[in-house]
Nanobody, 121 residues
């Protein structure tokens, strides 16, 4: 059983910053990939950033230059530093961990409960 616990959401003004945290119940090296997803009100959940246990990261275009994903293997945690926040960044942010079975190549996805981010003036 994998547990992911997010924290760090809140309400900020446009241009503000927030740092989200996601603590996993097992070593980050158990996962093939860890990601942050954003679900805006009334919209589908979308990936915004991902990171491998070895630190390789990827971002969706809308957050490049504003968000930074990082991880601490010592703390089994993944972080999302968000800067220059915009109203369209409002929504629920979910931490996701992917495990790929090395034999079957089947993917297993585990989700946190989500943390709310509100950006408004």
């Amino acid at each position: 059983q994998v547990q992911l616990v997010e924290s760090g959401g809140g309400s900020v003004q446009p241009g503000g910053s927030l740092r989200l945290s996601c603590v996993a119940s097992r070593s980050l090296f158990s996962f093939s990939l860890m990601s942050w997803y954003h679900q805006a009100p009334g919209k589908q959940r979308e990936a915004v950033a991902s990171i491998t246990p070895f630190g390789a990261s990827n971002y969706t275009d809308s957050v490049k230059g504003r968000f930074v994903i990082s991880r601490s293997t010592a703390e089994d945690a993944v972080y999302l530093q968000m800067r220059d926040l915009k109203p369209e960044d409002t929504g629920t942010y979910y931490c996701e961990a992917t495990i790929i079975n090395s034999f079957s190549h089947r993917e297993f996805h585990h989700w946190g409960q989500g943390t709310q981010v509100t950006v408004q003036g």
